[in-house]
């Protein structure tokens, strides 16, 4: 049973960066699409960046938001997924969370690490 833990949340300010990491445990995960998610507070959780496994080439995606500021990239040999974060504004405070999606079984979520970001 794998679980994801993230790390690399903190307060910072703004056009600062963070690199955020999400560690697996209990297995590995290089044969599943990763992403991460955020919520700010008072809205629903929403998709910032996904990258895909292995045998579909890892390509990446991201909400518009983020596009030319945040970088997904994982390491399948550490168990590692990370988000580089560059020139961070207010608008991106939020507890963000890493996911492991699985074809049949429901998305593995880990406990979420705070971005906070002040003007």
């Known amino acids: 049973q794998v679980q994801l833990i993230e790390s690399g949340g903190g307060l910072v300010q703004a056009g600062d960066s963070l690199r955020l990491t999400c560690s697996a445990s209990?297995?590995?995960?290089?044969?599943?699409?990763m992403a991460w998610f955020r919520q700010a507070p008072g809205k629903e959780r929403a998709f910032v960046a996904g990258?895909?496994?292995?045998?579909?080439?890892?390509?990446?995606s991201y909400t518009d938001s983020v596009k030319g500021r945040f970088t997904i990239s994982r390491d399948n040999g550490k168990n590692t997924v990370y988000l580089q974060m560059n020139r961070l504004k207010p608008a991106d405070t939020a507890v963000y969370y890493c996911?492991?999606?699985?074809?049949?079984?429901?998305?593995?979520w880990g406990q979420g690490t705070q971005v906070t970001v002040s003007s």
């Open positions: 996911s492991l999606e699985r074809p049949v079984l429901p998305t593995i």
């Open positions: 990258i895909g496994e292995r045998m579909r080439g890892g390509r990446t």
């Open positions: 209990g297995g590995s995960f290089s044969t599943y699409a």
